[in-house]
Nanobody
Framework: QVQLAESGGGLVQAGGSLRLSCAAS????????MAWYRQAPGKQREWVAR???????TYIDSVKGRFTISRDNAKNMVYLHMNSLKAEDTAAYYC?????????WGQGTQVTVSS
């Protein structure tokens, strides 16, 4: 069982920055594939960024060049650094872990970008 807890959301003006954090349980965190998803009101949850156990990263096109996903295996943490935020980035952001074929989710943290 993997437990995830997000933090760092809030209200920010367009063009601003936020850093989301996700604390994960488990002694083999370094082997997890970690990702961030988001869900805006009335929309389906969408994948935003992923960082593999190898450290390789991938991003949805709409955040490339603005968001950076990173991980600290020593602290069991994954981060999402968000710059140049836009109103359309407003959503609940969820941390995701994939381990042994199972998906695990946090409770989410709200990001609201005012225009």
């Amino acid at each position: 069982q993997v437990q995830l807890a997000e933090s760092g959301g809030g209200l920010v003006q367009a063009g601003g920055s936020l850093r989301l954090s996700c604390a994960a349980s488990g002694s083999i965190f370094s082997s997890y594939s970690m990702a961030w998803y988001r869900q805006a009101p009335g929309k389906q949850r969408e994948w935003v960024a992923r960082i593999a156990s190898t450290g390789s990263t991938t991003y949805i096109d709409s955040v490339k060049g603005r968001f950076t996903i990173s991980r600290d295996n020593a602290k069991n943490m994954v981060y999402l650094h968000m710059n140049s935020l836009k109103a359309e980035d407003t959503a609940a952001y969820y941390c995701n872990a994939v381990h042994n074929g199972y998906n695990y989710w946090g409770q989410g943290t709200q990001v609201t970008v005012s225009s």
